[in-house]
């Protein structure tokens, strides 16, 4: 069905323009068959819209279109990914807004139109999400591309899409009437130019500092966003602010995080350890912390959602109501958690030919794979895993994720997995679901029996698929870092692996040993024989994931925090 194109935001949202919040960030993934988020970043910000909708906050989201979106992921039998653009059809999800604005990049004046899809509330409130798109006649071959792939190009792809992001982005709100913006919020730093463009008509650094949230989400430095310099001037030409150099640029680059430092009043990080660590990355500024969440609604299963609709009333709008769940009859909990587990096993044996078992523990493992987060630490000692399998409960595995184009490291571990689950085969049973998305992981948080996360902290700022499985009453087994160093109640939401940091530990702990013998003995000593044997203790642990967990770490919680801490301090 194509949609018509429409003159003003207000034929498809009333009051679309008594907005005070705009949000942006680089990707925003609301719907799967909307590829324009490559992961945690992007499907948060889509659970932070849907609660802002949820609870009425009066936002607008600004992001960029993909029209290629991040890469469709194939895995050949040598462990090799391909990747291939995505095709996906726009105008079924969203509609074109006849208003253009222009950036001037390298001298040359792009132009950008917007769409806009709507997130509608529980209770009917409407939030616009505009998706920039450069995908013009009057633009040149080249700048065309501009907003066709999603962390894909080189270091000039990248910032002429954080210009027309950031730049574009407050003027095509302007354009739109949307003149009361009160804050700008940047989810990470890939739209920090949008303070350059504010400075242009604010009067003074400090008038844009008021208006300005950010949230850094990456607790490593070459995480962050850099420019070369020469590079940034060539293409915004007048806007560079060279007077700022001293303070936004280091080594000759300029670095997004610094910038929207600068700018910004209230900044955060995105776990309580996170926000700690920034502190110590970043000491001349004020960093707070907001801790992650996911959309309740969202990523809890339809036999949850089924289940809690009847158990607990209101917690689509109010999802603290979950603690109610605590004194829920466990085996409701349990036989739900049969149904996911039956339709992810049913899908895996589909998908991937690999004979799982409707009885045998499960664990689940997916995320980006990149190494700091460790895909292949499970299989850290291979003959001690199958000693585990052997002889004190059976084992199978569930793998899915994606390695960035340029990632090599990540790649290799791909292959190093699949290589695995080759030479293991009659042995153990693992499976690689292959390009990991958003209805991927529905189906594997939910269905799996635990969710594992071995990250090498403090690298993890956040992490959010953990939350995700305890809406699913799914027991966590994770290092500690990120929101599991505040969700963690061992043996009651789940369990730890490897030691505790400490309060001012905020350097690399990179002893994978230490980690994974506690790992192994967690699984020997304690999971399995409590799976296999206990089952009525069991599943009071899945129950405990859901009343103490999923009622905290959701994004209604974490708008609140937002709207009170940040937006209306
Ligand atoms: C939730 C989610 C993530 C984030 O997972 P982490 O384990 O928190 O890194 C990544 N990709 C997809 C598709 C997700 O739904």
């Given at each position: 069905?194509?949609?018509?194109?429409?003159?003003?935001?207000?034929?498809?949202?009333?009051?679309?323009?008594?907005?005070?919040?705009?949000?942006?960030?680089?990707?925003?993934?609301?719907?799967?068959?909307?590829?324009?988020?490559?992961?945690?970043?992007?499907?948060?910000?889509?659970?932070?819209?849907?609660?802002?909708?949820?609870?009425?906050?009066?936002?607008?989201?600004?992001?960029?279109?993909?029209?290629?979106?991040?890469?469709?992921?194939?895995?050949?039998?040598?462990?090799?990914?391909?990747?291939?653009?995505?095709?996906?059809?726009?105008?079924?999800?969203?509609?074109?807004?006849?208003?253009?604005?222009?950036?001037?990049?390298?001298?040359?004046?792009?132009?950008?139109?917007?769409?806009?899809?709507?997130?509608?509330?529980?209770?009917?409130?409407?939030?616009?999400?505009?998706?920039?798109?450069?995908?013009?006649?009057?633009?040149?071959?080249?700048?065309?591309?501009?907003?066709?792939?999603?962390?894909?190009?080189?270091?000039?792809?990248?910032?002429?899409?954080?210009?027309?992001?950031?730049?574009?982005?407050?003027?095509?709100?302007?354009?739109?009437?949307?003149?009361?913006?009160?804050?700008?919020?940047?989810?990470?730093?890939?739209?920090?130019?949008?303070?350059?463009?504010?400075?242009?008509?604010?009067?003074?650094?400090?008038?844009?500092?008021?208006?300005?949230?950010?949230?850094?989400?990456?607790?490593?430095?070459?995480?962050?966003?850099?420019?070369?310099?020469?590079?940034?001037?060539?293409?915004?030409?007048?806007?560079?602010?060279?007077?700022?150099?001293?303070?936004?640029?280091?080594?000759?680059?300029?670095?997004?995080?610094?910038?929207?430092?600068?700018?910004?009043?209230?900044?955060?990080?995105?776990?309580?350890?996170?926000?700690?660590?920034?502190?110590?990355?970043?000491?001349?500024?004020?960093?707070?912390?907001?801790?992650?969440?996911?959309?309740s609604?969202?990523?809890s299963?339809?036999?949850f959602r089924d289940l809690y609709d009847l158990e607990v009333p209101?917690w689509r709008?109010?999802p603290?109501a979950l603690?109610k769940v605590?004194?829920?009859?466990?085996?409701?909990?349990?036989?739900?958690?049969?149904?996911?587990?039956?339709?992810?096993?049913?899908?895996?044996?589909?998908?991937?030919?690999?004979?799982?078992?409707?009885?045998?523990?499960?664990?689940?493992?997916?995320?980006?794979?990149?190494?700091?987060?460790?895909?292949?630490?499970?299989?850290?000692?291979?003959?001690?895993?199958?000693?585990?399998?052997?002889?004190?409960?059976?084992?199978?595995?569930?793998?899915?994720?994606?390695?960035?184009?340029?990632?090599?490291?990540?790649?290799?571990?791909?292959?190093?997995?699949?290589?695995?689950?080759?030479?293991?085969?009659?042995?153990?049973?693992?499976?690689?679901?292959?390009?990991?998305?958003?209805?991927?992981?529905?189906?594997?948080?939910?269905?799996?029996?635990?969710?594992?996360?071995?990250?090498?902290?403090?690298?993890?700022?956040?992490?959010?698929?953990?939350?995700?499985?305890?809406h699913?009453?799914?027991?966590?087994?994770?290092?500690?870092?990120?929101?599991?160093?505040?969700?963690?109640?061992?043996?009651?939401?789940?369990?730890?692996?490897?030691?505790?940091?400490?309060?001012?530990?905020?350097?690399?702990?990179?002893?994978?040993?230490?980690?994974?013998?506690?790992?192994?003995?967690?699984?020997?000593?304690?999971?399995?024989?409590?799976?296999?044997?206990?089952?009525?203790?069991?599943?009071?642990?899945?129950?405990?994931?859901i009343?103490?967990?999923a009622?905290?770490?959701?994004?209604?919680?974490?708008?609140?925090?937002?709207?009170?801490?940040?937006?209306?301090?």
């Amino acid at each position: 069905m194509k949609k018509r194109g429409v003159n003003h935001l207000s034929e498809i949202i009333d009051d679309a323009v008594a907005r005070d919040i705009a949000y942006f960030s680089m990707e925003i993934g609301v719907d799967p068959r909307i590829p324009t988020y490559s992961g945690g970043l992007g499907v948060l910000a889509g659970d932070t819209v849907k609660s802002f909708a949820d609870l009425k906050v009066p936002v607008v989201a600004v992001t960029l279109l993909f029209r290629k979106g991040h890469f469709y992921q194939k895995i050949d039998d040598s462990g090799m990914q391909h990747e291939s653009p995505v095709e996906w059809s726009v105008d079924d999800f969203m509609q074109l807004i006849n208003k253009k604005v222009t950036v001037k990049i390298e001298g040359r004046e792009v132009q950008i139109q917007a769409w806009v899809h709507y997130i509608q509330g529980v209770t009917g409130f409407k939030v616009p999400i505009l998706f920039l798109d450069t995908n013009i006649p009057d633009n040149n071959d080249s700048d065309k591309g501009i907003t066709d792939y999603l962390y894909g190009g080189d270091e000039r792809y990248r910032l002429m899409q954080e210009i027309v992001l950031g730049i574009g982005g407050v003027r095509m709100l302007k354009a739109l009437g949307l003149d009361s913006i009160k804050k700008y919020h940047m989810n990470e730093g890939h739209s920090a130019l949008l303070t350059l463009e504010l400075l242009g008509t604010e009067t003074s650094v400090d008038t844009v500092r008021e208006k300005c949230v950010f949230t850094t989400h990456t607790p490593v430095p070459a995480g962050h966003d850099k420019f070369e310099e020469g590079l940034v001037r060539s293409l915004l030409g007048e806007i560079w602010p060279a007077h700022l150099k001293d303070e936004i640029c280091e080594q000759g680059k300029l670095n997004m995080t610094l910038l929207a430092l600068r700018f910004s009043k209230y900044i955060n990080g995105v776990a309580k350890k996170h926000g700690e660590v920034s502190r110590t990355m970043f000491p001349k500024y004020h960093i707070d912390s907001i801790t992650n969440g996911v959309h309740s609604n969202t990523w809890s299963s339809k036999h949850f959602r089924d289940l809690y609709d009847l158990e607990v009333p209101g917690w689509r709008t109010d999802p603290f109501a979950l603690r109610k769940v605590a004194g829920m009859d466990k085996f409701m909990i349990w036989d739900t958690h049969l149904k996911n587990k039956k339709k992810l096993i049913d899908v895996v044996n589909k998908e991937t030919n690999s004979g799982m078992d409707y009885d045998i523990f499960t664990i689940g493992f997916a995320r980006r794979f990149t190494e700091y987060k460790r895909p292949d630490l499970l299989f850290y000692d291979i003959g001690r895993l199958l000693n585990i399998n052997d002889n004190i409960g059976a084992i199978q595995i569930i793998f899915s994720g994606k390695a960035h184009p340029k990632d090599g490291q990540g790649k290799e571990t791909i292959k190093k997995i699949i290589s695995i689950k080759n030479q293991l085969k009659g042995r153990m049973k693992i499976a690689y679901l292959e390009n990991y998305d958003m209805d991927i992981a529905r189906l594997l948080v939910s269905g799996v029996d635990i969710w594992l996360n071995t990250p090498l902290r403090p690298r993890e700022a956040s992490g959010t698929s953990g939350m995700k499985a305890a809406h699913n009453g799914v027991p966590h087994l994770s290092v500690l870092d990120g929101w599991w160093i505040e969700g963690h109640i061992e043996d009651i939401t789940g369990w730890s692996i490897g030691p505790r940091p400490k309060p001012d530990e905020n350097e690399t702990f990179a002893d994978s040993s230490k980690d994974v013998e506690d790992l192994y003995h967690k699984l020997e000593s304690r999971i399995l024989p409590l799976y296999y044997k206990d089952r009525d203790n069991w599943t009071r642990k899945m129950r405990s994931a859901i009343a103490i967990n999923a009622s905290f770490f959701n994004t209604h919680r974490m708008v609140q925090q937002y709207v009170t801490n940040a937006y209306f301090e």
